[in-house]
């Protein structure tokens, strides 16, 4: 093929392909939770970021948190990747994370790893793994506003954050995918 001929097919075929690329982007941006088929037959469910807000009205501290797992039909088959990003005045890192139950039991984040940090903007992005086992019950309790994140931080102290209405939301939305 001449290169005059792939000039111009690829002019006519370059609109079609942006302009369906466009309208999945601005359709998929509607949608609270982002659901995707695998490969091995599992649907990935990506909870879109939500502001977690302090616990304590003195706290002037917030968390933004999206979780990202897989499930096969009502069976979640992966650990929930749960990352978030504390917006506080202190410059800090996250020693440790967990979702602690009104019934007094937790569930803890591990493999804690920082992912980005501004003590200049105030913020510190944090990458964490919550287990298969406690997905469904930490989502569970979130939604019912029956659970808080707890985080410590490597100054000692210790920060409560509380599901927003637009968490609730979000998870609402994930149980009916």
Do not use: W
């Not at 302009?19 to 659901?35: D, E, H, I, N, Y």
């Not at 009104?102 to 990458?127: M, P």
């Amino acid at each position: 093929m001449s290169a005059l001929l792939k000039k111009i097919i690829f002019v006519c075929a370059a609109p079609f392909v942006f302009v369906s690329c466009a309208t999945l982007s601005q359709s998929s941006g509607s949608s609270k939770v982002m659901t995707v088929f695998m490969e091995d037959g599992t649907l990935k469910h990506y909870i879109r970021p939500s502001v977690m807000t302090a616990a304590a009205p003195q706290e002037k501290s917030s968390v933004m948190i999206d979780f990202t797992y897989r499930m096969k039909n009502r069976d979640y088959v992966s650990p929930a990747y749960t990352n978030f990003t504390l917006y506080s005045k202190k410059d800090v890192f996250v020693e440790q994370a967990r979702f602690v139950f009104s019934s007094g039991t937790a569930a803890e984040l591990t493999e804690i790893k920082t992912l980005d940090k501004n003590a200049k903007q105030g913020f510190v992005r944090t990458a964490t793994l919550l287990s298969q086992e406690a997905v469904e019950s930490v989502l569970s309790a979130l939604h019912d506003d029956r659970a808080l994140l707890e985080i410590t931080l490597d100054d000692g102290t210790t920060q409560m954050f509380r599901p927003s209405k637009d968490l609730i939301d979000k998870i609402a939305e994930s149980f009916g995918k």
